[in-house]
């Protein structure tokens, strides 16, 4: 069972930068890749971020790709989405989510691989 927390969420302007910051329990979380998704009013969850459980691997939805990255920290148990050049398109509830994996080099863009979600923290960004 894990359990994630987002944080660092607020109001930018357009061509600000913002870390987002996902943070797990318990102890096994360097098993589990990673994925960062969100959701804009009206609209369906999106994929936009994926790291391998080693940090080695990332892919990115092609409308972020260039400005936005995924880290992790193991030892901290936390993972980041690093968003620059934000622009209004951008706002969005950002949710991080979890899957357990053998593999330390596979990543999921899909939604429905992914077993554990944070409860999302809200990016505005205004023009």
């Known amino acids: 069972q894990v359990q994630l927390v987002e944080s660092g969420g607020g109001l930018v302007q357009a061509g600000g930068s913002l870390r987002l910051s996902c943070a797990a329990s318990?102890?096994?979380?360097?098993?589990?890749?990673m994925g960062w998704f969100r959701q804009a009013p009206g609209k369906e969850r999106e994929f936009v971020g994926a790291?391998?459980?080693?940090?080695?691997?990332?892919y990115y939805a092609n409308s972020v790709k260039g400005r936005f990255t995924c880290s992790r920290d193991n030892a901290k148990n936390t993972v980041y989405l690093q968003m620059n050049s934000l622009k209004p398109e951008d706002t969005a509830v950002y949710y991080c989510?979890?899957?357990?994996?053998?593999?330390?080099?596979?990543?999921?863009?899909?939604?429905?691989?992914?077993?554990?979600w944070g409860q999302g923290t809200q990016v505005t960004v205004s023009s």
């Open positions: 790291i391998a459980r080693s940090g080695g691997s990332t």
């Open positions: 989510a979890a899957v357990f994996t053998s593999s330390s080099t596979i990543y999921f863009t899909s939604s429905g691989r992914y077993a554990y």
């Open positions: 318990g102890r096994t979380f360097s098993s589990y890749a």
